[in-house]
Structure formats: C-alpha cells, structure tokens
C-alpha cells in the first residue's frame, strides 16, 4: 500500500516562498503522473500542479509563474517549490497520483498571512 507523507508547510508573509515535499514509500512512483493538489477551508480539494513521469508539467492558472513541481525519483519524492505567496494560497496541501488515486495523506497546512 502506497503511503504519501507531505512536509515543508509553514506560516509565511505574503511575497515569501516554501518548498513542500511528499515522500511515497510502498511503490516506485518514477513511471506515474504525479501531482499537489490544496484544500483550504470551506472549499473542495483543487488541483494544482501536475508532472508526468517524463517531467512535463502544468499548473493551474492561479499559481502559474509562481510554483514549480519537480520530482526526484531516485529520492521516489516530489516537490512544490512556491515563491510570491499570497493569502489566497493558504490551504493544506497534498499530494497524490492524479488517477488511480492512492489514499490521502495527511497534508502539510501552509499559512500566508502578515
């Protein structure tokens, strides 16, 4: 069973950067589309960045310019570097395969407030 444990999230002021990671133990995700996705309260989960297994990568127009998702399939782990946050990004952030689906993790609560 796939587990996926993201990390990295934080309090953050507005215009500042974090880098999440998530780590999948109990299978090789190298050949799988990964990607984050966020939830923030009141709302349904979003997608937000997506990278095939060949590296090719998009974003959701909201977060365009400003977050890279890369992945380092040696580690079997991918990352969201996100830079300008604003408070409209404040979310618990996930990730997970886009289809089939593994179960959720816990997610990482990223905060942009001054």
């Known amino acids: 069973q796939v587990q996926l444990v993201e990390s990295g999230g934080g309090l953050v002021q507005p215009g500042g950067s974090l880098r999440l990671s998530c780590a999948a133990s109990?299978?090789?995700?190298?050949?799988?589309?990964l990607g984050w996705y966020r939830q923030a309260p009141g709302n349904q989960r979003e997608s937000v960045a997506f990278i095939s297994s060949g590296g090719t990568t998009n974003y959701a127009n909201s977060v365009k310019g400003r977050f890279t998702i890369s992945r380092d399939n040696a580690k079997n782990t991918v990352f969201l570097q996100m830079n300008n946050l604003r408070p409209e990004d404040t979310a618990v952030y996930y990730c997970?395969?886009?289809?089939?689906?593994?179960?959720w993790g816990q997610g990482t609560q990223v905060t942009v407030s001054s």
């Open positions: 109990g299978m090789t995700l190298s050949n799988t589309s």
């Open positions: 997970n395969r886009p289809y089939p689906r593994f179960d």
